[in-house]
């Protein structure tokens, strides 16, 4: 059936007093984002228009309203929403072993527009960089909550055998004995805030011989970036009082990072601590590659093709249920295996019911 995947959320609303079956409604809400709506006038219209012909709101005489699925996304709790992203992620991948799983956070600007640049609502997103796949998130309400979020979301996942890689607000000793002591490996950035790590990862650089170095170019959008990674082992940085606070520390790599626009070269030079030991400089430069995956494939579809900075929901739990919600249904349109664009997609499945199934059949449902 394919409404299975929500079938395992509990409905706790009142008996006899409830019209539409709640997991017709989630279903609804996450193929209306599939065929390119953007809120609950869409949904509604989704339910009213096509929904029974996918077999939903069968033993239904009338459509759900706009504020049906407002109430509904208020009200369900959002660790019942993200199970269910996070059991269809599974059916692709069972392990996440020897997988780089990026952790980052994004602002939900529509739901906080008047706040301050570094206030508001966030969610921190947890995303498999080599299978597209949100595996989890976890909401917060500035962004400095980050250090705190960042445990608990590494809490709620089975990362063992991963490499975690996080920006520098996470780059914290707490949280790196936390990834230690999950069996995984972290692959941090450093930069202000550990500023004697900074100097002493700078001065390695400046005065050893690296292990190994790596070069890669990428073309795209009009511009030519080359990274250039050299790696050292943490034994190179002097000062060992600043390395003995880091849990395994073993590698410590810098990336240099030349974006070429035609008529300007921005440069830009990156550190990173990981407590791995691979000798290959390639595989560190893939790693710093891979972590701004989330940004590319994950946060910029988010806002761009799904429009979620536009969305101006903020009763209960509704900001972070739509997230999730996108989310899904970017899974669902990625895992489709023709040559149209993400939009392209969406508005095949909006005008064809034949592709609209395709689609759903691609993302096993």
């Not at 012909?53 to 504020?67: A, H, K, Q, R, Y």
């Not at 795209?220 to 880091?246: M, P, S």
């Not at 791995?276 to 891979?290: I, Q, S, T």
Request: hydrophobic share 40%; proline share 3%; with cysteine.
């Amino acid at each position: 059936m394919l409404n299975d995947i929500f079938k395992s959320v509990p409905d706790h609303r009142v008996t006899g007093r409830c019209t539409y079956p709640l997991a017709d409604l989630l279903t609804i809400a996450l193929m209306t984002y599939v065929c390119g709506g953007e809120d609950y006038q869409d949904m509604s219209a989704f339910a009213n228009i096509r929904a029974r012909d996918f077999g939903l709101l069968s033993c239904c005489d009338t459509s759900p309203s706009p504020d049906t699925f407002e109430r509904l996304m208020a009200a369900v709790a959002p660790e019942e929403i993200e199970r269910c992203l996070v059991e269809h992620g599974r059916s692709f991948l069972d392990s996440l072993a020897e997988k780089q799983v990026v952790i980052d956070g994004k602002k939900l600007r529509g739901s906080s527009p008047k706040t301050g640049r570094n206030k508001g609502n966030y969610i921190m997103n947890a995303y498999v960089s080599e299978n597209h796949l949100a595996i989890g998130q976890l909401a917060l309400k500035d962004k400095e909550n980050e250090i705190v979020a960042i445990p608990k979301l590494l809490d709620k996942l089975d990362i063992e055998g991963a490499v975690i890689s996080i920006d520098a607000i996470g780059t914290q000793v707490n949280i790196a004995q936390k990834i230690i002591d999950k069996n995984a490996h972290y692959f941090l950035a450093v930069k202000e805030n550990q500023g004697a790590l900074l100097q002493a990862v700078t001065d390695a650089f400046r005065y050893n011989k690296p292990v190994d170095t790596a070069s890669q170019m990428e073309a795209d959008h009009g511009r030519i970036e080359t990274r250039n990674c050299r790696i050292l082992d943490a034994a190179a940085v002097e000062d060992k009082d600043v390395t003995a606070r880091w849990p395994g520390l073993r590698t410590v790599a810098e990336i240099t990072s030349a974006v070429d626009y035609g008529d300007h070269v921005a440069k830009s030079v990156r550190l990173y601590i990981s407590d791995e030991d691979f000798p290959k400089a390639a595989y560190f430069n893939m790693l710093a590659r891979g972590h701004w995956s989330i940004e590319n494939q994950l946060h910029w579809n988010l806002d761009v093709t799904f429009k979620e900075d536009a969305c101006r929901a903020r009763k209960g739990y509704a900001s972070q249920n739509l997230a999730c919600v996108r989310k899904l249904a970017l899974q669902v349109v990625k895992s489709h295996t023709d040559k149209k664009s993400l939009r392209k997609r969406l508005f095949a499945a909006a005008i064809s019911q034949d592709y609209l199934r395709d689609l759903l059949l691609s993302a096993k449902f």
